[in-house]
């Protein structure tokens, strides 16, 4: 945590306050001031925006639709959030961004900020540890056969990835992929096709908690979902989740830490700007939202920055 920039303590100073200049480069994420550093050449007040918004000092109206109209022109991500905060499109171009050559400063930002990393480090951890959670369940089935629901999927990366690096020759292993966006749905399908798993994926275009299947999920998948949600909120949609869940099923959500807004505040800056609103929970309070649900918390695990807790739990009670 030695470049980050605290709200209490930060001071981006003008260029004739070289002390506070100082100061600014030893608390300022490097990504940042790279990013600083560019606006600054290409556009003076945008930059001079986005220090006096991040101070929460006065900015005036015209200042504020200066950045927006920036914010909107100049960046992928901008564009995304603006337009639908919960977007897959997101995530996606956070895995992919670096392939797709995205030339902004801002979407440049993004992809190396350590909150941008974590995206991938959290698809890299579920790949991880979904296939330990599979192999559990089809030690318990008497036929093998595991049901995942991937719910609010997106195109389903994580789970179409699990499928193709272990699964691919087996159809014990099947999964359900719920999502609103057909957009996102339609990719999940192409990606399965490349990855030759299609065969073992629905994708159902609907909303996952009014969604009604014909056979109850033996794991289920909230990754990314509870993010922007406060504590109730969050413990009303688990226990809409229990009734699709077999008795003995598990439920592996996650949540993002209070750890990156403390690690990378200037990141979650941007996306507030972007109307990307996160609610950040510890662990405790994840495992009391699991708790109030009606689950029973086994375990939890963490992407390498610990910017994404995935709590794992199955059904405490069941009705």
Not at 31 to 58: C, D, G, H, M, Q
Not at 271 to 282: N, P, S, T
């Given at each position: 945590m030695a470049n980050r920039v605290s709200f209490c303590q930060s001071s981006l100073s003008s260029k004739n306050k070289k002390p506070e200049k100082n100061r600014e480069n030893k608390?300022?994420?490097?990504?940042?001031?790279?990013?600083?550093?560019?606006?600054?050449?290409?556009?003076?007040?945008?930059?001079?925006?986005?220090?006096?918004?991040?101070?929460?000092?006065?900015v005036s109206p015209e200042s504020k639709k200066k950045f927006y109209d920036y914010f909107i022109s100049h960046s992928a991500f901008s564009v995304a959030t603006t337009a639908n905060p919960a977007t897959s499109i997101i995530t996606e171009l956070l895995y992919d961004g670096e392939k797709l050559n995205l030339s902004s400063p801002i979407d440049e930002y993004f992809l190396l900020s350590k909150a941008g990393r974590s995206i991938k480090e959290r698809l890299k951890v579920v790949k991880e540890e979904l296939?330990?959670?599979?192999?559990?369940?089809?030690?318990?089935?008497?036929?093998?056969?595991?049901?995942?629901?991937?719910?609010?999927?997106?195109?389903?990366?994580?789970?179409?990835?699990?499928?193709?690096?272990?699964?691919?020759?087996?159809?014990?292993?099947?999964?359900?992929?719920?999502?609103?966006?057909?957009?996102?749905?339609?990719?999940?399908?192409?990606?399965?096709?490349?990855?030759?798993?299609?065969?073992?994926?629905?994708?159902?275009?609907?909303?996952?908690?009014?969604?009604?299947?014909?056979?109850?999920?033996?794991?289920?998948?909230?990754?990314?979902?509870?993010?922007?949600?406060?504590?109730?909120?969050?413990?009303?949609?688990?226990k809409k989740v229990k009734k699709i869940l077999k008795k003995d099923g598990c439920l592996i959500a996650s949540n993002v830490s209070k750890k990156m807004f403390?690690?990378?505040?200037?990141?979650?800056?941007?996306?507030?700007?972007?109307?990307?609103?996160?609610?950040?929970?510890?662990?405790?309070?994840?495992?009391?939202?699991?708790?109030?649900?009606?689950y029973e918390v086994k375990r939890y695990f963490t992407d390498s920055y610990g910017f994404h807790i995935m709590c794992v739990g199955t059904p405490r009670s069941y009705f």
């Open positions: 608390e300022l994420s490097e990504e940042t001031l790279r990013l600083l550093k560019i606006l600054e050449k290409e556009n003076w007040e945008i930059k001079n925006f986005l220090v006096r918004s991040y101070k929460a000092l006065p296939p330990k959670v599979i192999e559990e369940y089809r030690q318990k089935r008497k036929d093998r056969k595991v049901l995942i629901g991937n719910l609010g999927s997106g195109p389903g990366r994580d789970v179409i990835e699990v499928l193709a690096a272990h699964y691919s020759n087996t159809s014990d292993v099947r999964a359900i992929h719920i999502d609103k966006d057909e957009f996102a749905l339609e990719r999940g399908k192409l990606m399965a096709q490349v990855k030759k798993v299609g065969h073992l994926i629905e994708f159902i275009k609907g909303n996952f908690l009014k969604y009604n299947p014909s056979k109850k999920f033996d794991i289920v998948l909230l990754i990314g979902i509870l993010c922007s949600l406060d504590f109730e909120t969050c413990v009303v949609i688990l403390e690690e990378d505040p200037f990141t979650y800056h941007l996306m507030r700007l972007g109307k990307w609103k996160m609610v950040f929970k510890d662990e405790q309070e994840l495992k009391e939202i699991f708790r109030k649900a009606g």
